[in-house]
C-alpha cells in the first residue's frame, strides 16, 4: 500500500491537502484536509447586520458576489422583508452573469489541463483539427488559420525554455488520450475563453460597481438608481450595452463550451464511471422573480441515496426543509469539542491537533442535511431540477448525452452524470440555465421599467429583542447559506455553510467520508509520483477553500501591512 500526499491542491482557491491510499493501483481510502481557519464568524459578532454582506463577501476574491447576495437574504429573512421586483432582477442578472464567467473560468483555465495534452498539440494537423471543429460546431473561430496561429504561439514557448501559462503539466501522462488535433483545438478555446469569460464577468461590473467584491447590494434591495432620462444611472442605453455583451455570450456557451465538454466526455467514457462519491445531493431554488421569495425560475431541493423519483422540493426562502435539516460537525475537524449542531447553535473555537487519520485533521466543518452527507454543486442542482421536471434542464441535459453518446459511439444515460466526468457536463448543462435566465431577468427588468417602476430598495426597520434568520442560494460550487442570530439591532451569532465546507469537509459524527474523500475510492492511479487522476476528481468539484476556510489572529495583531503609493 502507498500513501500519497497532495499539497498544497493547485489551480483552485485556497489551500487544500488530499491524502490518499492507494493499493493495486486504486485509492481504496482518503482524506481531504483544509489548511487554513476561517474565522468570519468571530470578525462579526456585535456589528450591523446591515453590513455584514460587505465583510462576508472578503471571504474570497473568486466568488465574491455569491456572498453578498445570501448575507442580504439572511438579514431580510429574519427581519421577514420583501425585495422590490426590480432589485430581484438586477441580483439575479449579476447572479447569472458571475455564475457564467465562473463555470468557464473552471473548465478551460482550472480543469480543462487534466485533459489536455498542451505539449501533444505541438505536432497536431491545424486543418485537421479544423475540420473535427467545424463537424462539431459553427463557431467561427474554429479555423485552421486560428488553430495554426494557436500551435505557433506553443511553438514559442517552448523554443523559449519555457510553457508559460502551461507550465507545470502531466504533459505524456498515460492517462491523456485524446488525440494530438483534439488538444490543439482545446487549447485554442482555452485562450478564446479569456475574451467570454470576460464578456460575462463585466456585466457583474457594470451592474455590481466592480468586481471582484460589488458594491451595489443592500439589506431591502440593491443601491442601482434607475433613471431612464440620467446618464449617471442604470438607464436603457446602458442596458442595451449589457444586452450585447450577453448575446457574444450565449454564442461561446452553446457553440464551444457545450461542445468541448461532450467531445472530452467522449473520449474519455471511462471517466463516466469513476468518482461518484457521496450521492445525497442538495439544492436550493435560484433566481426569485416575486418580492417574498417564493416563485423560482430554477428550482432546487434534496434527493436521498441518488433516487431521483424521492425528490424534496424546497419551495421558498422560508422552507423549514431545509432550516430544520442542516447541521455541522466538528467531530474531526480543528475546533474545539466534538458536537453536531445546528448553524444557529455553532460556535467557533480553534484547536489544533496535528493532522490524525482517525482524529481530527481539518480547519473545515463536515455539514450534514438530514443526519448524513451531501453532494452540492451543479451535477446536484441539476438532477435535482432534472428530477423536478424543468423543461430546460431536460432539454439541455438530453442534448449534451446525446452529443456524448454520438461521439463515443454508444448510448450514454442520465446515470452516467454520477461521475467525475458527469460533474464538468452538468457545469456546462448549468451554464447553458444560466444564460437563459441571464436574457429573461434583461427582459423582465426593461419590461418593469416601461411599466414606469423604478424602485430598488425597501429600508429595513430593527425591531428589539432577537431575530433569526437564514439565506441560500445556489453558487457556482453550490448550495450556500448563511445564518444570523441578531440581538437588539446587532449580530449575536453568524454562521456561514459554504458549498466548499460541504464537499471538502472531513469525515462526519459517524465518520462517513465527506464528499471529496467518496469520490476519489475507486479511482485509478496510473503513476503514483504524478497523480493526475487525483487532480481530474478534485477539480471536477471546483474547490474554493477561503470560503470552507479563513484566517483569524487570536492576539489581534496586524497579519500584514500594506502601503499605496
Not at 440581538?487 to 469525515?507: D, E, H, L
Not at 477539480?539 to 489572529?553: E, G, W
Request: with cysteine; glycine share 8%.
Amino acid at each position: 500500500m502507498a500513501r500519497i500526499v497532495v499539497d498544497p491542491i493547485t489551480r483552485i482557491e485556497g489551500h487544500l491537502r488530499i491524502d490518499c491510499n492507494v493499493q493495486n493501483g486504486k485509492v481504496d481510502n482518503a482524506w481531504s484536509s483544509g489548511q487554513m481557519w476561517r474565522g468570519i464568524e468571530i470578525i462579526l459578532k456585535n456589528r450591523d447586520p446591515r453590513d455584514a454582506w460587505i465583510y462576508t463577501q472578503r471571504i474570497c476574491g473568486v466568488c465574491t458576489t455569491v456572498h453578498a447576495v445570501v448575507s442580504v437574504r439572511a438579514v431580510e429573512n429574519a427581519l421577514n422583508m420583501e425585495v422590490p421586483l426590480n432589485a430581484q432582477y438586477i441580483r439575479n442578472m449579476i447572479i447569472a452573469a458571475h455564475g457564467i464567467h465562473d463555470h468557464m473560468v473552471h473548465f478551460y483555465h482550472l480543469s480543462a489541463l487534466d485533459w489536455v495534452d498542451v505539449v501533444s498539440a505541438l505536432s497536431a494537423d491545424p486543418k485537421k483539427a479544423a475540420s473535427l471543429a467545424q463537424s462539431l460546431s459553427d463557431w467561427p473561430n474554429n479555423t485552421w488559420q486560428e488553430f495554426k496561429a494557436v500551435q505557433d504561439k506553443l511553438k514559442g514557448f517552448v523554443a523559449s525554455g519555457q510553457l508559460g501559462i502551461f507550465a507545470n503539466g502531466y504533459w505524456g501522462h498515460p492517462a491523456m488520450k485524446l488525440p494530438a488535433e483534439v488538444n490543439l483545438l482545446a487549447a485554442a478555446h482555452y485562450l478564446q475563453a479569456f475574451e467570454y469569460q470576460r464578456k460575462a464577468n463585466k456585466i457583474t461590473t457594470i451592474l455590481g460597481s466592480k468586481t471582484p467584491h460589488i458594491q451595489n447590494m443592500a439589506v431591502g434591495g440593491v443601491s442601482n438608481p434607475i433613471n431612464p432620462d440620467s446618464e449617471d444611472a442604470l438607464n436603457f442605453e446602458r442596458l442595451a450595452y449589457i444586452k450585447a455583451m450577453i448575446d457574444e455570450v450565449g454564442s461561446f456557451i452553446h457553440n464551444v463550451y457545450l461542445t468541448d465538454v461532450t467531445a472530452v466526455a467522449a473520449f474519455y467514457k471511462d471517466w463516466l464511471n469513476y468518482g461518484k462519491g457521496v450521492v445525497n445531493y442538495l439544492s436550493v431554488p435560484e433566481f426569485p422573480v416575486d418580492t417574498k421569495g417564493t416563485q423560482f425560475l430554477l428550482p432546487g431541493g434534496y434527493i436521498p441515496n441518488g433516487n431521483v423519483g424521492a425528490f424534496e422540493p424546497i419551495k421558498s426562502f422560508n422552507d423549514a426543509l431545509f432550516e430544520d435539516n442542516v447541521k455541522e460537525s466538528i467531530k474531526h475537524a480543528w475546533y474545539d469539542g466534538e458536537w453536531d449542531r445546528h448553524p444557529y447553535e455553532e460556535d467557533t473555537v480553534p484547536k489544533y491537533t496535528d493532522f490524525q487519520d482517525d482524529g481530527k485533521y481539518s480547519w473545515v466543518k463536515a455539514p450534514s442535511f438530514k443526519g448524513k452527507p451531501a453532494q452540492v454543486g451543479p451535477l446536484a442542482n441539476v438532477l435535482g431540477m432534472y428530477a423536478a421536471g424543468h423543461e430546460g434542464t431536460q432539454k439541455y441535459v438530453n442534448l449534451a448525452l446525446s452529443k456524448v453518446s454520438a461521439l463515443a459511439g454508444e448510448k450514454v444515460g442520465v446515470g452516467a452524470l454520477h461521475s467525475t466526468l458527469g460533474r464538468h457536463a452538468a457545469r456546462c448543462v448549468r451554464t447553458a440555465l444560466l444564460y437563459d435566465v441571464l436574457v429573461q431577468n434583461y427582459n423582465l427588468l426593461i419590461e418593469n421599467m416601461a411599466k414606469g417602476d423604478f424602485a430598488t430598495f425597501n429600508k429595513p426597520e430593527f425591531p428589539s429583542g432577537e431575530q433569526r434568520g437564514f439565506g441560500f442560494h445556489e453558487a457556482p460550487r453550490g448550495t450556500l447559506s448563511h445564518w444570523v442570530v441578531i440581538n437588539n439591532g446587532k449580530i449575536k451569532n453568524y454562521q456561514a455553510v459554504v458549498p466548499s465546507t460541504w464537499n471538502a469537509g472531513p469525515r462526519g459524527s459517524g465518520d462517513e467520508l465527506g464528499p471529496y474523500e467518496a469520490s476519489l475510492v475507486g479511482n485509478p492511479i496510473a503513476d503514483e509520483k504524478k497523480p493526475l487522476e487525483v487532480l481530474r476528481t478534485i477539480h471536477s468539484f471546483d474547490p474554493c477553500l477561503a470560503c470552507a476556510i479563513h484566517l483569524h489572529d487570536n492576539e489581534n495583531q496586524d497579519i500584514s501591512k500594506v502601503s499605496v503609493w
